[in-house]
Antibody, heavy 127, light 108 residues
């Protein structure tokens, strides 16, 4: 049974870096059939896809956050992480790690929909 | 960026009713559309992908239809556990992959 679990601080100060980790059990994050990512949910912006990681492909980032985001993975621990620099209060949200299922789109195998979600981690940005 | 719009924002229905939720894309997404259900305090759950394919374990009362820019999620007979928020998401072409703002189904 695939499970994803987010971990990280519940409180981050404005202008600091938010670091979150997703621990995956039940499948290897090296499996090239799957992608892994982060989605956040805030009252103001709803559900927002942030970034997607694949063991064998280039990371993908949402354009509005790409200059402040970075993804990494530790395959020995079967977890992946995200760092978001220079956070603001508007980025207070619940952060979910997800399995970003691949599908053929216009003939290419690409990340598509989100078929597994972690329980979510509520992060408040405040001093 | 493809903008997804859902209507209505809130729907008041009774158990046993047939419910129809709408999702519109700002440009064609073909058949690359998914629906999610989010119950209070829980993470979203995948219901439907590729417009009309039910995810594993999803009851047959949930069905999806549409293509291009107009899509519909139908719940044939509303159950108590179906009172939740529903989101659509497109995954056509390049990122960002985007969600609608959600439709809340509440008990009348």
């Amino acid at each position: 049974q695939l499970q994803l679990q987010e971990s990280g601080p519940g409180l981050v100060e404005p202008s600091e870096t938010l670091s979150l980790t997703c621990s995956v059990s039940g499948v290897s994050i090296k499996d090239e059939d799957y992608y892994w990512g982060w989605v956040r949910q805030s009252p103001g912006k709803g559900l927002e896809w942030m970034a997607t990681f694949s063991y064998s492909e280039t990371n993908q980032y949402t354009p509005s956050l790409s200059s402040r985001l970075s993804l990494s993975a530790d395959t020995s621990r079967n977890h992946f992480s995200v760092k978001l620099r220079s956070v603001t209060a508007a980025e207070t949200a619940v952060y979910y790690c997800v399995r970003h299922r691949g599908a053929y789109v216009n003939g290419y195998f690409k990340p598509a929909f989100f078929d597994y979600w972690g329980q979510g981690l509520r992060v408040t940005v405040s001093s | 960026e493809i903008v997804m719009r859902q209507s209505p924002a809130t729907l008041f229905e009774s158990p046993g009713e047939r419910v129809t939720l709408s999702c519109r894309a700002s440009q064609s997404v073909g058949s690359k559309l998914a629906w999610y259900q989010q119950r209070p305090g829980q993470a979203p759950r995948l219901l439907i992908y590729d417009v009309s394919s039910r995810a594993t374990g999803i009851p047959a009362r949930f069905s999806g239809s549409g293509s291009g820019t107009e899509f519909t999620l139908t719940i044939s007979s509303l159950q108590s556990e179906d009172f939740a928020v529903y989101f659509c998401q497109q995954y056509s072409s390049r990122p960002p992959w985007t969600f609608g703002q959600g439709t809340r189904v509440e008990m009348k």
